[in-house]
């Protein structure tokens, strides 16, 4: 469960203005096609790895009429031989988010929905909504977490109440909210359980659980094959131990006092690491529990690099506009709308997105500048302060990574 980080942004504006112009082209940038991995990033990565003790990372550069620049390095699971593959499923973890809002900007456009339409409209049926004031709460207020919801909430409460149903407990989950305070002048607070609600109000108006729709809105007609739910290396929705033998193992560092001892009495300064196949609780899936393969979380992400990529989303110009313009403010972190915290360089053309994600197993983050159709994209499967580092310059350095 990540907030975002803007200490990438300052350096990221130097940086870009040296990129390779890119040929005005609305081709998705990758196929399904096998990939050769540019040996040069590889070698990057590798070393990445090792000097950081990462397991693996993953880092590509998609631009739109162009061959993608992507490579893999590491091992699937810490210690463990079992190399770490081209398309492997990498866990998106807030980068979720995202997509949860591009289906909430195409109910927009169907006109099932404004982003000026409160919780007591949509949840109509609901007694405790109409009667709270978290009732008022707009979409464009969960949207850009100005609505006062609280940062999170007691997910597992909620899942253990509906083991079958994560809609069902998505719902017990407003119903709680109902019983909380509100502030009267809602400041920016980055939250999960904002965007877990907008997830709640997809599925309840198309009527089907966010899981399906999610697929039926995005992975199928963006041809998104790899998705899926939950930890990377178990089946969708399971709850069983097993874990599948050609799956990425998520990491954290070992603590308590076995990891205490072994960086206190280890010749090596190398960190311990945890492989574990945990997740996000289930209830808040519309959040952050999103995975799949590089190539695949590219054919989402660069439609916001492309000039009409709302189209191919199903949006109209108008939503799509609102939902990528961000309340003023001074602070880079809070100029956030529509899953993405939005920022302005000319060497963008006006705008560029930023997001990042983590289920304190997996770290990943995505940066699109429109100004050069592309999308860059990067993950490791632990969560360790030199991972987020290591990532920050691995994906500066694309920026200006010269086209094969």
């Given at each position: 469960?990540?907030g975002?980080s803007s200490?990438?942004?300052a350096?990221?504006?130097?940086?870009?203005?040296?990129?390779?112009?890119?040929?005005?082209?609305e081709?998705?940038?990758?196929s399904?096609l096998p990939?050769?991995?540019?040996?040069?990033?590889?070698e990057?990565?590798?070393k990445?790895?090792?000097?950081?003790?990462?397991p693996?990372?993953?880092?590509?550069?998609?631009v739109t009429?162009?061959p993608?620049?992507l490579?893999v390095?590491?091992?699937?699971?810490?210690?463990?031989?079992?190399?770490?593959q081209?398309?492997?499923?990498?866990?998106?973890?807030?980068?979720?988010?995202a997509?949860?809002a591009?289906?909430?900007a195409?109910?927009?456009?169907?006109e099932?929905l404004?982003l000026?339409t409160?919780?007591?409209?949509v949840?109509?049926?609901?007694?405790c909504?109409?009667?709270?004031?978290w009732?008022?709460?707009?979409?464009?207020e969960l949207?850009?977490h100005?609505s006062?919801?609280?940062a999170?909430?007691?997910?597992?409460?909620?899942?253990?109440?509906?083991p079958?149903?994560?809609?069902?407990?998505?719902r017990?989950?407003?119903?709680r909210?109902?019983?909380?305070k509100r502030?009267?002048?809602?400041?920016?607070?980055?939250?999960?359980?904002g965007?877990?609600?907008?997830?709640?109000?997809?599925?309840?108006i198309?009527?089907?659980?966010?899981?399906?729709?999610?697929?039926d809105?995005?992975?199928t007609?963006?041809?998104?094959?790899?998705a899926?739910?939950?930890?990377?290396?178990?089946?969708?929705?399971s709850?069983?131990?097993?874990v599948?033998?050609?799956?990425?193992w998520g990491h954290t560092?070992?603590?308590?006092?076995?990891?205490?001892?072994?960086s206190?009495?280890?010749?090596?300064?190398?960190?311990?690491?945890?492989?574990?196949?945990h997740?996000?609780?289930p209830?808040?899936?519309?959040?952050g529990?999103?995975h799949?393969?590089?190539?695949d979380w590219?054919?989402?992400?660069?439609?916001?690099?492309?000039?009409?990529?709302?189209?191919t989303?199903?949006i109209s110009?108008?939503v799509?506009?609102?939902?990528?313009?961000?309340?003023?403010?001074t602070a880079e972190?809070e100029s956030?709308?529509?899953?993405?915290?939005?920022f302005?360089?000319?060497?963008?053309d006006?705008?560029?997105?930023?997001?990042n994600?983590?289920n304190?197993?997996?770290?990943?983050?995505?940066v699109?500048?429109?100004g050069?159709?592309?999308c860059i994209?990067?993950?490791?499967?632990?969560?360790t302060?030199?991972?987020?580092?290591v990532?920050?310059?691995i994906a500066?350095?694309?920026?200006?990574?010269?086209?094969?």
């Amino acid at each position: 469960m990540s907030g975002c980080s803007s200490t990438f942004l300052a350096v990221l504006l130097i940086t870009l203005s040296v990129s390779p112009t890119v040929a005005q082209q609305e081709e998705v940038p990758n196929s399904d096609l096998p990939v050769i991995e540019n040996e040069v990033l590889k070698e990057r990565l590798n070393k990445a790895c090792t000097d950081n003790s990462l397991p693996a990372l993953w880092a590509g550069r998609f631009v739109t009429g162009q061959p993608p620049v992507l490579a893999v390095a590491g091992v699937r699971k810490w210690k463990e031989s079992d190399p770490a593959q081209i398309d492997d499923a990498v866990h998106l973890g807030s980068c979720t988010k995202a997509m949860t809002a591009a289906m909430i900007a195409q109910l927009c456009s169907e006109e099932k929905l404004t982003l000026d339409t409160p919780l007591k409209t949509v949840f109509a049926d609901i007694s405790c909504v109409q009667d709270s004031v978290w009732g008022d709460v707009t979409i464009k207020e969960l949207l850009q977490h100005r609505s006062g919801v609280p940062a999170n909430m007691t997910y597992p409460e909620f899942d253990k109440a509906h083991p079958e149903s994560p809609s069902d407990a998505r719902r017990m989950m407003l119903e709680r909210l109902c019983t909380l305070k509100r502030s009267k002048s809602p400041k920016f607070l980055y939250s999960n359980v904002g965007y877990t609600l907008l997830g709640h109000v997809v599925e309840t108006i198309d009527g089907k659980p966010w899981e399906v729709r999610i697929h039926d809105r995005l992975f199928t007609p963006l041809g998104i094959r790899s998705a899926g739910f939950g930890p990377v290396g178990k089946p969708d929705g399971s709850t069983s131990e097993s874990v599948l033998p050609d799956r990425v193992w998520g990491h954290t560092e070992e603590s308590g006092l076995v990891g205490l001892a072994k960086s206190l009495f280890s010749k090596s300064s190398e960190v311990s690491l945890t492989p574990e196949q945990h997740d996000n609780s289930p209830c808040m899936g519309p959040a952050g529990r999103v995975h799949m393969n590089m190539r695949d979380w590219a054919k989402f992400a660069i439609v916001y690099g492309q000039p009409n990529g709302y189209e191919t989303l199903g949006i109209s110009r108008d939503v799509w506009q609102a939902i990528l313009t961000p309340p003023e403010t001074t602070a880079e972190n809070e100029s956030y709308h529509g899953g993405w915290i939005i920022f302005d360089a000319p060497a963008f053309d006006g705008k560029g997105y930023f997001h990042n994600g983590s289920n304190t197993m997996w770290y990943c983050y995505a940066v699109v500048t429109p100004g050069k159709q592309q999308c860059i994209l990067v993950a490791t499967n632990c969560y360790t302060t030199p991972a987020q580092k290591v990532c920050d310059e691995i994906a500066r350095e694309l920026v200006k990574f010269p086209a094969e």
